[in-house]
């Protein structure tokens, strides 16, 4: 069964670094584009970053570029997300998705109403306190 399973989330004060890492497992993700989102309470799901199956290509949201990156070991089928500078506007429930043609896909899902078609992980919430 094919599944992503996130971690590393947690309680972090305002500008702190924070890395979640995300495990894809029961199928070849390598193969998949990988990507971060995020929702916070009250507000719609956000996309962050996005990174190739090959790893040459990433996107950001504006609002993070410069602070969070997105690498990813395809060997592993793992894809990290490394945030710096934290602010309480960071504090949200941060999920992994998978895409198997692009991270374009990932990237425009929320603004064309695809979320449903991508594979999700559970989310660990993350914190950032003042």
């Known amino acids: 069964q094919a599944q992503l399973l996130e971690s590393g989330g947690g309680l972090v004060r305002s500008g702190a670094s924070l890395n979640l890492s995300c495990r894809g497992s029961g199928r070849t993700y390598s193969t998949y584009a990988m990507g971060w989102f995020r929702q916070a309470p009250g507000r719609e799901r956000e996309f962050l970053a996005a990174?190739?199956?090959?790893?040459?290509?990433?996107t950001y949201a504006d609002s993070i570029e410069g602070r969070f990156t997105v690498p990813r070991d395809t060997g592993n089928n793992v894809v990290y997300l490394k945030m710096h500078d934290m602010t309480t506007e960071d504090t949200a429930v941060y999920s992994c998705?998978?895409?198997?043609?692009?991270?374009?896909?990932?990237?425009?899902?929320?603004?064309?109403?695809?979320?449903?078609?991508?594979?999700w992980g559970q989310g660990p919430q993350v914190t950032v306190s003042s």
């Open positions: 990174i190739s199956s090959t790893g040459t290509m990433t």
């Open positions: 998705a998978a895409d198997p043609q692009s991270l374009i896909n990932l990237e425009h899902a929320v603004r064309i109403g695809t979320l449903k078609r991508l594979e």
